[in-house]
Structures are given as C-alpha cells and as structure tokens.
C-alpha cells in the first residue's frame, strides 16, 4: 500500500493522471520500482494483441530524487525483456508516448520517433 500510493502521488505529479483510474483500464499493468521500503519509481504498460503486437508504455516516471541514475533505463530494459519473451507473433515491437523533454532519452535507449499524424502500417 506505501508503494501504491507512492506510485499515485508520483503521477498525480508528472502526469496530472489518476492511477488507480488509469489501472481500470482493460489489460494495463503496473510495475514498481522498490528496494526494500525505498520507491523510486514506476512504469505501465500493456501487451496488445495482433494486429498491433506490442507493449506500450503509456507511463513511466522515476521520484525526482532519484532521476539521471539510470533507473528510468532500468525500467524501459524490463519492459523490453518482457516483450522479448514473448514469441513474436504475439509481440514484435515496444511503444511508448513521451514527452518532448524525454525524446533524447528513449532515443538513446534506441527507440525510433513516429509521428502521431504519421501512425505505423497494421
């Protein structure tokens, strides 16, 4: 429960979202970021069946204080895992919103830029 609300009071910060509201969606699910009592963050994410084949990432959000130490790449590496174990029918890709500020980041980790006026082929 200290890590949940953690986690909530974390994206009522970065993304002015409602947690507990956005885990009520079908499919979305939340992994936390923890060592022992300590929380430095969190991500969501949700597999998509064929035709999409992917794991997105709607959100994903490290405590300030804990920010540029790499757990951010930690994450994003688990969620790639994740889709990786996967057979590739079922999931072939890994996606993700981010905001103007965070491009360089997930650039970095080798994430492509599409343009949301420009979607992928199905």
Wanted: hydrophobic share 40%; aromatic share 12%; net charge positive.
């Amino acid at each position: 429960a200290h890590h949940f609300a953690a986690a909530s009071a974390l994206c009522a910060a970065e993304f002015q979202d409602d947690l507990g509201e956005i885990l009520q969606n079908e499919g979305i699910k939340l992994c936390l970021l923890v060592e022992g009592r300590r929380f430095y963050g969190f991500f969501l994410y949700k597999f998509w069946c064929p035709p999409l084949k992917a794991l997105s990432i709607p959100r994903i959000a490290v405590e300030p204080k804990y920010q540029l130490l790499g757990f951010g790449r930690l994450m994003v590496s688990w969620a790639i895992q994740k889709a990786k174990q996967k057979p590739r029918h079922e999931c072939n890709r890994v996606s993700l919103s981010a905001t103007p500020e965070a491009v360089p980041f997930y650039r970095h980790l080798g994430f492509l830029e599409e343009k949301e006026d420009n979607p992928p082929p199905r």
